[in-house]
């Protein structure tokens, strides 16, 4: 079955440590998405990536690192500057990032508690 | 920078009654305009979009959603609703930013059906 899958399901951290979400497609998307949901917030854009070696911060980039080494995979980074890192992430990817018409396909999440 | 607005941040409901859900978004430019929805337990998927053509479309399981121009809109209906459409409900826009099409969300609108 394709689809995008995230791992860990649950994420515990002590504060100051860094932590990375991992997000794999086998969709064959050129494009990748992360996202922070908070109640009450929405889903807000942390990185995005259009193609392999290349991304872009979105709204909430600080305090979050990304790479984008092969084409399945967009792992994110919470650094120990995000101060408030506690929080449900979602990783989506969509056939290409300039088109806009295109569907977002969406992982399962990480709930990340920074303790 | 473009912003989508869901007045309703949570609506409860007896079934078969009748639902909108309200969502307006600024951006001056060309948009597509999506719903999607989050059921208990499973991943964001897609409910409807608009990108041309008829304003009025139709979505998975008796949803449909009207795009109106000049009001800035895309409501959400469904004439009678079911327990079963209980989830958490996400109106986004895709608008040009830079060279590339980025989504944006909205807060997003708790549904709770009773039966």
């Known amino acids: 079955d394709g689809g995008i899958t995230q791992s860990p399901k649950y994420l515990f951290r002590k504060e100051g440590q860094n932590v990375t979400l991992s997000c794999e497609q086998n969709l064959n998307h050129d494009a990748m998405y992360w996202y922070r949901q908070d109640p009450g917030q929405g889903l807000r854009l942390i990185y995005y990536?259009?193609?392999?070696?290349?991304?872009q911060k979105g709204d909430i980039a600080e305090g979050y690192s990304v790479s984008r080494e092969k084409k399945e995979s967009f792992p994110l980074t919470v650094t120990s500057a995000q101060k408030n890192p506690t929080a449900f992430y979602l990783c989506a990817s969509s056939i290409r990032t300039g088109g806009n018409t295109d569907t977002q396909y969406f992982g399962p999440g990480t709930r990340l508690t920074v303790l | 920078a473009q912003s989508v607005s869901q007045h309703n941040h949570h609506v409860i409901l007896s079934e078969a009654a009748s639902l909108e859900l309200g969502c307006n978004y600024s951006?001056?430019?060309?948009?597509?305009l999506f719903w999607y929805v989050q059921y208990p337990g499973q991943h964001l998927q897609l409910l409807l979009k608009y990108f041309s053509g008829d304003p009025l479309v139709k979505g998975i399981k008796g949803f449909e959603a009207e795009f109106i121009k000049s009001k800035f809109s895309f409501n959400l209906r469904k004439p009678s609703v079911q327990w079963s459409d209980t989830a958490e409900y996400f109106c986004?826009?895709?608008?040009?930013?830079?060279?590339?099409?980025?989504?944006?969300f909205g807060r997003g609108t708790s549904l709770i059906v009773h039966p």
């Open positions: 951006y001056g430019g060309t948009v597509n």
């Open positions: 990536s259009q193609i392999v070696n290349d991304f």
């Open positions: 986004a826009v895709n608008a040009r930013s830079g060279g590339s099409y980025i989504p944006t």
